[in-house]
């Protein structure tokens, strides 16, 4: 089933970093999910410019020119993820802490508090891979979880 997505990636010119955030249904989700991470992350760019390049992609250069985020509109024959999280349970919770070696101020998507939990589904828009990774107290990404 092949279906159009808006894919969010943020850039660095100055470096060719180039980080995939997560993919929408539509371009305003998209942008949306743009405006959630700064939210998580504190930060307002009120003066962001919004820029369509000859490809069609959005770029949205919000800081000075070496940063940007631009949203690329192509073509998938999967699914979107699943913008819900499964939680997991308590006891699932505190083996993953065990097994990774979680210090207290690490937190796993359960943990935090749901306005941080939304927030975060906004930016990413999957859940699954929102379970792989750690965070701190204010939502922002830690690291991601990997296998011992």
């Known amino acids: 089933m092949e279906q159009t997505v808006y894919t969010n990636y943020w850039q660095n010119r100055l470096t060719g970093v180039k980080k995939e955030h997560g993919s929408y ?6 942008i949306n999910g743009i405006k959630a991470w700064w939210e998580l992350h504190k930060e307002d760019y009120p003066g962001a ?9 959005l770029e949205i250069i919000y800081n000075d020119d070496n940063y940007f985020y631009r949203v690329e509109k192509r ?34 998507f359960e943990e935090l508090a749901e306005p941080y939990r939304d927030r975060l589904m906004l930016a990413m828009n999957d859940g699954q891979k929102l379970m792989r990774y750690t ?11 990997t296998d011992k």
Not at 135 to 145: A, E, R, T
């Open 25 to 30: 249904k539509n371009e305003d989700e998209a």
């Open 49 to 57: 410019e919004y820029k369509r390049t000859n490809s069609g992609a």
């Open 75 to 108: 073509r998938i024959d999967k699914p979107l993820p699943k913008s819900k999280a499964k939680l997991r349970n308590k006891n699932e919770v505190k083996s993953i802490r065990e097994k990774h070696g979680l210090h207290e101020e690490a937190f796993l």
């Open 135 to 145: 965070f701190d107290s204010d939502g922002c990404p830690i690291k991601k979880l």
